[in-house]
């Protein structure tokens, strides 16, 4: 008999991190299916590959959306927004902290723009911030992540917004230095304010994921 | 047999659901089959569907979910009714109800 565990965990390693318990029921689930159908008459092979169908290419998918959107969706308010919101005016704290003269800013230079290397390098706390504070509402991994990566969230929403409008103003200023510029901020803006900022996030979330936890009723 | 739209399908799992668990506690699998064979097969689910609406309807505390040990050793998850989920299932079935009253004055036709 095929090791339905194993399977499940090979095949949906993301609800495996999130739900060890789920993916164990998505298993005794396929184990259920298979025996029904070897009882029915199927052959092995064709049984077996008929009850992996059910968690491969499109269901699989379904699975992974349906579940993660479940779980974000849960106390979504609580447990992802406002740990994301608070994780937010710290990240913005701290931008603008570091953007005051008197305090020495680092930066390094990449394709012309400036990057701000010590504000990302402060992410990694704002991250875990998110993380913990939805940690003790009750939140589960995907909606510590979530919170955590808010504010890279934020930003790209602003970011997208920003090229949107500064794209449709270049066709009114006709002037070819408008339209040069934004495409060079194309390749420097999304990775310094939004990619960047939700890689540190993320790593902080990851640090945060380490913390001795309390446990929860 | 004509494919009941999604949506239909959505709002009409959990009365299913929950009127299954009314009976007795099952699990996931045993609860997709017999909704497909008392249906005949008008609803069908597939896991993504199946078992994400049960773990909202736990959430909900309209289903208890606990472990259970079978006599060759494994183990599967049975969902039991709650009190507060017996509550639901007389709004839910009038609703439904209503609906297919209304719509029934639409189109004449008749249930069978």
């Not at chain 1, 008929?50 to 609580?78: A, D, H, P, S």
């Not at chain 1, 008197?102 to 390098?121: D, E, M």
């Amino acid at each position: 008999m095929p090791d339905w565990k194993q399977i499940v965990h090979k095949h949906l390693r993301v609800l495996g991190a999130c739900s060890p318990e789920f993916t164990e029921e998505l298993a005794a689930h396929l184990e259920d299916s298979h025996e029904a159908l070897l009882r029915e008459g199927l052959p092995a092979e064709l049984a077996f590959q008929q009850t992996i169908g059910q968690i491969e290419g499109r269901y699989r998918v379904w699975l992974v959306v349906r579940f993660l959107l479940e779980e974000l969706m849960t106390g979504f308010i609580r447990k992802v927004a406002v740990p994301g919101l608070l994780t937010s005016a710290a990240v913005g704290f701290f931008y603008c902290a570091l953007a005051l003269d008197h305090i020495p800013r680092r930066v390094i230079w990449l394709a012309g723009g400036q990057l701000p290397l010590s504000w990302w390098c402060l992410l990694p706390i704002c991250g875990a911030l998110g993380a913990l504070l939805s940690q003790r509402k009750g939140g589960s991994r995907p909606q510590r992540i979530a919170a955590s990566l808010l504010p890279s969230a934020i930003l790209g929403i602003f970011v997208v917004l920003i090229f949107a409008v500064g794209f449709t103003m270049s066709r009114s200023v006709n002037h070819y230095w408008w339209g040069s510029a934004l495409l060079e901020s194309l390749g420097i803006v999304p990775p310094a304010f939004v990619l960047m900022p939700a890689a540190f996030s993320l790593l902080g979330a990851g640090i945060a994921e380490l913390a001795p936890r309390n446990p929860i009723a | 047999m004509a494919s009941v739209n999604a949506q239909i399908k959505r709002g009409s799992a959990e009365l299913a659901v929950l009127t299954l668990l009314a009976e007795h506690p099952l699990h996931g699998y045993e609860i997709a089959k017999q909704i497909e064979a008392q249906t005949g097969g008008v609803l069908c689910f597939d896991m993504a569907s199946l078992y994400p609406m049960l773990h909202r309807l736990e959430r909900k505390s309209w289903v208890k979910a606990e472990w259970q040990a079978l006599p060759n050793g494994r183990r599967r998850r049975c969902y039991r009714l709650t009190a507060s989920g017996r509550k639901q299932i007389a709004p839910l079935r009038a609703q439904w109800r209503a609906f297919f009253q209304a719509l029934q004055r639409v189109t004449g036709f008749q249930n069978a």
